[in-house]
């Protein structure tokens, strides 16, 4: 993936609501976890991660990242009120998160977890709707200020030709969409969303992750969202969030990260090394040979592709020094060594050649 596939899109303009207030989303000497239930009182704590002090700041994308299991769902059901801290605080736009009434609260956070969501027989529609609640008065009627807000959330997404369906009978990723719709409906300052990608093809993940930036930046949210796309969040995202193995969280730019040794450091593991001037992930696999290659600039990357699958270093050298392959133009690679030479006119063809050359 290159930056210039992510460049940013224009978000529909939004209906109606003034710029959120400032202050983005804080968290202080916060300890996440569980408790166990005891007959006799609160039961043990089981922090998950301690004594953390977070800002994301309103007007950007912040992504959590980290290795399974670390913590990040603990977190986040935390900083939207769904778990109490064991320690410390959390507030939204300077407001004790915990001293919020839940019909306050709703107005200013909206949270997307990974949990299965029971639509009953609403259309995406109505579930879109759905998160116009905390705006409407007691009878949940929806005005016409509140269509226009679902239908903005809607298109948002790229979701408006799913509106009329039953909200029951979508795709993973399309009912993924819709819920990311409806906390967008919701007109919150803060926006919370716990794997967001997960169900999307690359496309979507690309467009989704884009889109919560620019809305972000456009509207002055504050948005923090958790994802294993590493290599997308690490191009996209303004600030990053990283729990490591160890479970210290390490803040700063994707590129302070990448810089540090944090990013290497929580992901590196036996068959995949980060590697920091191309910002990606690499498989790692000891070379058992050296080639010398020779082709044209777009087909070069790739063969060095194909020849690291089967255990070669591809390097440049000079014309004659064997063992050799030379793509062309045609896509046509020659493979010449021992004296021998055979042409194959596909990477496939290539490697199986290469494993028994
Ligand atoms: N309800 C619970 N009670 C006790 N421990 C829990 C509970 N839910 C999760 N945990 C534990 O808390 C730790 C962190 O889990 P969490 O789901 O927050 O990690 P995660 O980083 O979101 O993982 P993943 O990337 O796999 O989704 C894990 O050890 C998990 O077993």
């Not at 979701?159 to 009329?164: G, R, S």
Request: hydrophobic share 40%; glycine share 10%; net charge neutral.
């Amino acid at each position: 993936m290159t930056d210039s596939t992510i460049a940013p899109r224009p978000v529909p303009h939004r209906p109606g609501k003034p710029s959120p207030s400032p202050g983005g989303l804080a968290a202080a000497g916060l300890t996440v976890g569980y408790r166990t239930r005891s007959a006799w009182g609160r039961g043990a704590r089981h922090p998950v991660l301690a004594d953390l002090d977070l800002t994301a700041r309103a007007g950007e994308l912040t992504v959590l990242l980290g290795p399974n299991g670390t913590g990040k769902s603990t977190l986040l059901r935390t900083l939207c009120g769904l778990l109490p801290p064991l320690a410390g605080d959390v507030r939204v736009a300077g407001r004790d998160v915990a001293e919020e009434t839940p019909a306050v609260l709703a107005r200013r956070l909206a949270v997307v977890l990974t949990d299965r969501v029971d639509a009953g027989l609403l259309s995406a529609r109505e579930l879109v709707g759905l998160g116009r609640h905390p705006h409407t008065g007691f009878t949940g009627r929806l005005t016409a200020e509140d269509h226009r807000v679902v239908q903005w959330a809607l298109e948002a997404v790229g979701a408006a030709a799913l509106a009329h369906r039953p909200a029951a009978e979508l795709s993973d990723g399309e009912r993924q969409r819709v819920l990311t719709a409806r906390a967008l409906a919701q007109e919150p300052d803060v926006v919370l969303l716990d794997e967001p990608t997960a169900f999307l093809d690359v496309p979507s993940r690309v467009a989704l992750t884009v889109l919560l930036r620019d809305l972000a930046r456009e509207q002055g949210l504050t948005v923090v969202v958790s994802t294993h796309d590493l290599e997308l969040a690490l191009r996209v995202a303004d600030a990053v969030w990283l729990v490591d193995r160890t479970s210290r969280v390490h803040t700063g730019a994707p590129e302070d990260l990448i810089v540090s040794g944090a990013v290497a450091a929580a992901f590196d593991a036996e068959h995949l090394a980060f590697d920091p001037l191309s910002g990606s992930f690499g498989l790692r696999r000891a070379a058992r040979a050296t080639v010398t290659v020779e082709s044209p600039p777009h087909l070069g990357p790739l063969l060095e592709r194909a020849l690291a699958r089967e255990g070669l270093t591809a390097l440049p050298g000079p014309a004659g020094e064997e063992p050799r392959i030379s793509a062309d133009e045609h896509g046509d690679l020659t493979l010449r060594g021992d004296g021998a030479a055979r042409t194959t006119r596909s990477f496939h063809e290539l490697t199986r050649t290469v494993r028994t050359w």
